[in-house]
């Protein structure tokens, strides 16, 4: 089945540290990849998508780039703020199936 | 604005009461889901419905039933809750003509005794 996996956290990192937070997905078909962001104590927001190959989302100074060739969407940000620390999500739509599946979600914490 | 919005955000209920988590959209959308969201598992979709009268069982459906009978509103019950049932839910919804962008409610955390 349709499936997203997400590098485990929790991750940690310095302000202005270089990001980047794995996810490679396995589809039947050619799937539409979302980011979405939960801050604490919220429900979930979208990040950025990406509906085909070679596509790339940005929001917010992050970047996913859609690579079929390798079945991955990373998720990266050249210097991430403390204002960053959350849970990101990265889940997959398949055209015309309007269902969302989910990565199992990366907490990421930024220090000062 | 048009939101989302989910009631209680916290309830604490004991094993084989039946509860119901209520969920109001303001957008029209046609698309409404139900998830819960457990640590080590992200989201899983417990059940979905495209329209008015129309609902679907997701991948974790036992134990919960839905029911849509306005535009709004897709309420989700839990018919005899269980301690296994504990966790986050998350409503969402999606207009059926965007390109798959789901908005999600601020979550309503339930503890089963």
């Known amino acids: 089945g349709d499936s997203v996996t997400q590098m485990e956290g929790p991750v940690t990192l310095s302000e202005e540290a270089f990001l980047t937070i794995n996810c490679t997905y396995t589809?039947?078909?050619?799937?539409?990849l979302f980011w979405y962001v939960q801050y604490p104590g919220e429900g979930l927001q979208l990040l950025l998508k990406?509906?085909?190959?070679?596509d790339k989302g940005s929001n917010k100074g992050f970047e996913a780039t859609y690579r079929k060739e390798t079945t991955s969407f990373h998720l990266e940000k050249g210097s991430v703020q403390v204002s960053d620390s959350a849970v990101y999500f990265c889940?997959?739509?398949?055209?015309?199936?309007?269902?969302?599946?989910f990565g199992q979600g990366t907490r990421l914490t930024i220090n000062p | 604005d048009a939101e989302i919005t989910q009631s209680p955000r916290h309830k604490i209920t004991e094993t084989g009461r039946q509860v119901t988590l209520a969920c109001h959209q303001t957008?029209?959308?046609?698309?409404m889901f139900w998830y819960r969201q457990d640590l080590g598992h992200g989201l899983r979709l417990i059940h979905y419905?495209?329209?008015?009268?129309?609902?679907n069982k997701g991948e974790v459906s036992d134990g919960y039933s839905v029911s849509r009978s306005n535009t709004e509103d897709l309420p989700l019950t839990l018919e005899s809750a269980a301690s296994s049932q504990t966790s986050v839910y998350f409503c969402?919804?999606?207009?059926?003509?965007?390109?798959?962008?789901?908005?999600f409610g601020p979550g309503t955390r339930l503890t089963v005794l």
């Open positions: 969402a919804s999606r207009d059926s003509g965007d390109t798959d962008t789901q908005y």
């Open positions: 589809a039947t078909g050619y799937p539409s």
């Open positions: 990406a509906t085909k190959a070679d």
């Open positions: 889940a997959l739509s398949l055209v015309g199936a309007q269902k969302l599946v």
């Open positions: 957008w029209n959308h046609n698309n």
């Open positions: 419905s495209y329209g008015v009268q129309d609902t």
